[in-house]
Nanobody, 116 residues
Framework: VQLVESGGGLVHPGGSLTLSCTGSEIRLDDKTMSWYRQAPGKQRDLVASITSTNTTNYGDFVQGRFTISRDNTKNTLYLQMNSLNSEDTAVYYC???????????WGQGMQVTVSA
């Protein structure tokens, strides 16, 4: 079982980035999927989540800048991030949660750096 994350990297302030998380040997369509982030010295925070019925939830700091979505035909979760600023610099993690048990699984994380 793997959650394969991609799309991270370096972006200028005000720029955009799309993160992807693809399930390997795991179905994502029946799970609540989430993006979390963790900056150095800080706790891991929820960025956004989406249920199997596509109900979404966002962290207060998102303020309309990010959009979480899923493509079940590709078994992939996305996070479209716009208007990025330096405070968005963090390691971003994908997480899968069963909607029926306490089972969950984390991706390996990827760095997003917003810098001029």
């Amino acid at each position: 079982v793997q959650l394969v994350e991609s799309g991270g990297g370096l972006v200028h302030p005000g720029g955009s980035l799309t993160l992807s998380c693809t399930g390997s040997e795991i179905r994502l369509d029946d799970k609540t999927m989430s993006w979390y982030r963790q900056a150095p010295g800080k706790q891991r925070d929820l960025v956004a989540s989406i249920t199997s019925t596509n109900t979404t939830n966002y962290g207060d700091f998102v303020q309309g800048r990010f959009t979480i979505s899923r493509d079940n035909t590709k078994n992939t979760l996305y996070l479209q991030m716009n208007s990025l600023n330096s405070e968005d610099t963090a390691v971003y993690y994908c997480k899968a949660d069963s909607e029926y048990t306490y089972w969950h699984f984390w991706g390996q994380g990827m760095q997003v750096t917003v810098s001029a």
